[in-house]
């Protein structure tokens, strides 16, 4: 099927598609607006901003999967893009018919 609208939760829902088809998914980043950059979590917790471990731009989000062989390009399966909070963006990837 398609065009569900899933819940949220923990975990998240399996999707199940079949080789050739295209997985469509509308993302949509309801976490609060403020996100906090590396400079300012660093400036909050008393560190130098080398020493930050990665926490920075908590509310952005990303979706992507493991085990396809599909582009992992910006717009496609791209693990370093994000999307910012109060926004929404699409994620689509075209499975090859022998996934």
């Known amino acids: 099927g398609g065009g569900e609208d899933l819940e949220p939760g ?10 050739g088809e295209y997985l469509s998914i509308q993302v949509s980043n309801t976490l609060e607006a403020y996100n906090p950059t590396c400079a300012e979590t660093a400036a909050a917790n008393n560190i130098s901003r080398g020493d930050i471990n990665g926490y920075c731009t908590v509310n952005a989000t990303n979706l992507h999967t493991h085990g396809l062989h599909v582009t992992p390009k ?8 994000s999307w910012e909070p109060q926004s929404s963006h699409h994620f689509g990837v075209q499975l090859p018919p022998n996934q």
């Open 10 to 19: 923990v975990p998240g829902p399996t999707i199940r598609i079949k080789p």
């Open 74 to 81: 910006k717009g496609g399966d791209d693990v370093f893009e």
